[in-house]
């Protein structure tokens, strides 16, 4: 039975912010590299097979811990990136909402946002998902560690589920640092066995 780890990467000085991050390559802060040292620790006992990772900073970073103490390289893969928030990318949550606020409120409700440049959800969830199914590949029967995005997070879990939209959208996001794990059997497919699990660092 496949085991896959859906890790969402440590935080940021833009999550603190609550800035949209998307395509940008933020580093993790002070806090978000305890978090992920802490986490390398109880996920190495998982015995991970196989680690890919975003090829931006903060999940390449986030990876490193777990490389370190397990010995895998980390393969990035630059499909499990966030979601590209085009011209929103910078800004405070707070000023998108009230600077574009229509497209805002698609964007909130899951719906297609016209211009801003923001990736549109059908394309940003065929290649998250395609992603992370060829590093489920990568590992036959083993365990695989995905380090991702808060929203590439949650589109991979809804897309192995097979969750419509309106049901992916009603799943809390990971923490930063924190997981999801699934497990696949011959029989039953995808099966969510936990979700947001971590270790709180302060």
């Known amino acids: 039975m496949t085991r896959l780890i859906i890790w969402r990467h440590g935080q940021t000085e833009w999550n603190v912010e609550n800035r949209m991050q998307g395509h940008t390559d933020v580093a993790l802060d002070a806090v978000g590299h305890a978090q992920a040292a802490a986490a390398a620790a ?11 990772a975003s090829d931006l900073r903060r999940t390449a970073d986030t990876a490193a811990p777990l490389s370190a103490v397990t010995g895998l390289p980390a393969h990035l893969d630059p499909r499990i990136r966030e ?45 998250v998902s395609e992603g992370v199914l060829d590093a489920v590949a990568m590992a036959d029967d083993g365990t695989v560690v995905v380090v991702t995005h808060g929203g590439s997070a949650k589109q991979a879990l809804g897309g192995l589920l097979g969750w419509p939209p ?37």
């Open 166 to 202: 309106s049901v992916t959208r009603q799943v809390i996001g990971l923490s930063n640092c924190h997981w999801t794990e699934l497990r696949h059997s011959a029989q039953r497919g995808w099966l969510l066995q936990a979700h947001n699990v971590g270790r709180t660092v302060d």
């Open 42 to 52: 109880t996920l190495a006992a998982m015995r991970p097979d196989v680690i890919v």
């Open 83 to 127: 979601r590209s928030f085009g011209q929103w990318q910078g800004m405070l949550v707070a000023d998108v909402a009230t600077t574009y606020p229509a497209e805002f409120e698609r964007w909130r409700h899951g719906e297609t946002v016209a211009g801003c440049d923001v990736e549109e959800i059908d394309d940003f969830a065929k290649r």
